[in-house]
């Protein structure tokens, strides 16, 4: 006989009390509904793990946007409906709770996006990437707190498993394979050795998915604590490799995602250039069109291939600091951080940096109308004066109002 676990007191002490006040509410609601209702997937694996995860999600068996509208009618809260999806998101203050009618899918084709109708809770953790993630809490008043768990996601939990539920799991939606290697490397488990083996026979698969939703994944990727572990992991076994052809998760990448985290400059814009940085230009547009990288990512890792070719020139000692104004200015800071963390040559690292700590600060002090004043037509000529002040600045050659005035005076008599 499988003993009953509660986590009712895990709920309490995980928790905020307005999260928990809400389920409870919720599964009052849905009982008086005649209606069951169940915190479901991630947080629940998190609870059981003592990890901190306030993305609670609900599932209904029955309508969860009619009982949402219920919910979102009391305490001043939001409401975000999806009826095509049977799905609901209440928010209110900082907190934001999903809502969704329990539901099993089918898959027509590998890739595509399932079939959706509604179901029974058992389909709805069925249709579940992986046994650590299909694990429900019951929320009725009745039988609060009482754990689901129809495929031994608490054994897996204790044995630190990733496993999914089915051998045509990676088949249905291979971005589980994405999914498993974050989970993987985020909890320090092990992918189940049946797992294992079918994840590395269907990697191929990832092929179906279309260039959105592997973006997506990977910014998931990137969005983790230590994205290199999954990059490794995903390089070790042709994940990555599949992703586009090049890319390594290396001791080389380790070290510069750690360095760029120590420099607190760690986001999805640098992490990606970082990966991208021993790519070719032509490899580049390859990976920006693979993942179809909306534009500012695009342009970022545009921006980083062109900076490398600049990289020899910003080696130079005796460069001028308004040389290296000019060689990095108009680029975007994630471009400009990525070169800095990736550069070999310690001096162009010296030089981006005197960049981002001073050189693109710098202005004259000297404006349009002070010219005018001084009787300079607004025109070209003025604006040729203003960069030629804009480059003594830069370089030290003046250092105050006055000794611009009399710069501008020897250049305009
Ligand atoms: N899920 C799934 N297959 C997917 C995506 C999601 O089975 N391709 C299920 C899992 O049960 C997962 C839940 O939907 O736990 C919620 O998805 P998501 O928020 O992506 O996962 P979390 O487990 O909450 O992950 P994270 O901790 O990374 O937020």
Redesign the pocket.
Known sequence: MTETINLSAKIEEKLPAELVDFMRQAGEAATARGQKLYL????V??LLLGRA?L?L?LVLEGDAISLAEQLAGTGGRRLKTHPRFGTAKVQWQRWSVDLTTARSETYDKPGALPKVKPGSLADD?F????TI??MAVELAPGSYGHLIDPYRGLDDLGSKLVRILHPVSFID?S??IW?GL??EQ?LDFHLEADTLRLLKRDVPMLDTISGDRLRHELE?VLREERPEKVLRRAGELGVLSQLYPGLTGDDWLAEKYADARTAGSSSVEVYLALLAYRLTGEETEGLISRLRLPNPLARTLRETVSLKARLPLLADAKIAPSRIYRLLEGNSLPAITASLLAADSAVARQHIRLYLDRLRYVRPTLTGRDLQQMGIAPGPRMKEILERLHEARLDGKVTSKKGEEEMVRGWIF
Do not use: P, W
């Not at 479901?40 to 947080?43: F, K, L, R, S, W």
């Open positions: 479901v997937g991630g947080v694996r998190d995860n993305d999600d953790l249709r579940r990437d992986f993630n299909a939606d971005t589980r999914r974050r989970y985020r998931m």
